[in-house]
């Protein structure tokens, strides 16, 4: 049986694309003992999630345009059932 890789599901992407809120919300996970993973964008993102991550964190302002949504529902759509 695999050992799960606790690495990765310790590891949440960031995507907030304004201001310091991503390097903020890093600082406050790594307080908490989880390590943050800023994306510059949607398609930075899908790439690193393809990688494994415990979870996503996006701002509203990281789905303003139907291009970023577009690759967003894409992710989801190709995710195990169980990851519901």
């Not at 201001?19 to 800023?38: F, K, N, P, Q």
């Not at 991550?53 to 989801?76: D, F, P, Q, R, V």
């Amino acid at each position: 049986m695999n050992e799960p890789n606790t690495s990765l599901e310790r590891r949440v992407l960031i995507l907030s694309p304004l201001g310091r809120d991503a390097e903020l919300t890093r600082a406050v996970l790594a307080e908490g003992g989880m390590r943050g993973a800023i994306c510059t964008d949607m398609m930075h993102l899908v790439r690193e999630l393809n990688s494994g991550a415990g979870a996503i964190l996006l701002s509203e302002e990281a789905l303003m345009s139907e291009t970023e949504l577009y690759y967003l529902s894409e992710l989801l759509a190709r995710q195990q059932p169980w990851s519901d």
